[in-house]
């Protein structure tokens, strides 16, 4: 049996996938696509993801797409201890939470690719080169997140707006864990799928929105969760091109939620 993992080491997507994989147990082979480099835009890779985004996992010679269907996958095709809930109707809730995440996936890209991304490609490309590999991207998402970003577009209301859907994913999050460990009642997909947003944010130096004076249920939640060995794992993955969160001055290692 193979098991290969197509992934970037600071992929929100990405590392959703790889805490999957550690919480089951599962071996995999890392295949590294350096989004810096534009790996995910080379013929090879977009004949197993045409939309050219980490992650992709190939199992035994077959591909599955989209994260969130890659760890119910997972989830399913492994043995290891189960990440969806038995019972309907929490498995129902699961579901509902990670569509939640998913929509407001645009705005952590956004704030991402300002404070984050860009500056990171900016280090490594000019201009132009920046422009010519926004235009190639195939779907009309990241055309117009990179085209725009590049152009200086994205600017200080869209990054609020941005934030009013982050603050509002925050508020859903503390209302869910209210009298709960986890999102669904027991640990699940749910925990995992919005877990790299909560550690991008804290890389990005938001974590005081969950301070315990704040948020409290997300507090004590993003403690329990942190000290996950598969969180710790599936967010240490090395910038295989050097640099890592610290190159443009951002924060690296959750072990415990920071005040
Ligand atoms: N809905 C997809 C989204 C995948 C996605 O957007 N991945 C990002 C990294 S988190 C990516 O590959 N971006 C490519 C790029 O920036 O060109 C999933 O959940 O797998």
Not at 12 to 33: D, F, P, Q, T
Not at 105 to 121: E, G, H, N, R, S
Request: overall charge negative.
């Amino acid at each position: 049996m193979t098991v290969d993992l197509y992934h970037f080491w600071s992929s929100v997507c990405s590392v959703r996938c790889r805490m999957a994989l550690e919480e089951k147990g599962v071996a995999w082979n890392s295949r590294y696509i350096d989004l810096f480099k534009f790996d995910q835009m080379e013929p090879e890779y977009l004949a197993i993801n045409p939309a050219g985004v980490v992650p992709t996992l190939v199992h035994d010679g077959v591909p599955i797409r989209e994260s969130t269907i890659i760890n119910e996958y997972i989830d399913a095709a492994f043995d290891g201890p189960p990440l969806v809930p038995a019972d309907p109707v929490k498995a129902a809730r699961m579901r509902e939470f990670i569509r939640a995440c998913e929509e407001d996936f645009p705005a952590i890209v956004k704030l991402t690719y300002v404070k984050y991304i860009l500056p990171k490609l900016r280090n490594r490309w000019g201009d132009a080169e920046l422009h010519k590999q926004a235009a190639r991207r195939p779907t009309r998402f990241y055309k117009d997140i990179h085209g725009r970003g590049i152009r200086g577009e994205i600017g200080a209301d869209e990054l609020a707006d941005a934030g009013a859907v982050i603050e509002g994913m925050l508020d859903r999050l503390d209302d869910t864990l209210e009298g709960r460990a986890w999102i669904a009642g027991d640990f699940s997909l749910a925990d995992i799928a919005i877990a790299p947003y909560m550690y991008r944010l804290y890389a990005l130096g938001n974590e005081r929105f969950w301070s315990a004076d704040k948020r409290r249920n997300v507090h004590d939640w993003y403690e329990r969760l942190s000290a996950r060995p598969a969180f710790v794992t599936a967010v240490s993955w090395p910038d295989e091109s050097g640099g890592g969160y610290e190159e443009v001055g951002l924060k690296t290692q959750a072990v415990g939620a920071a005040e």
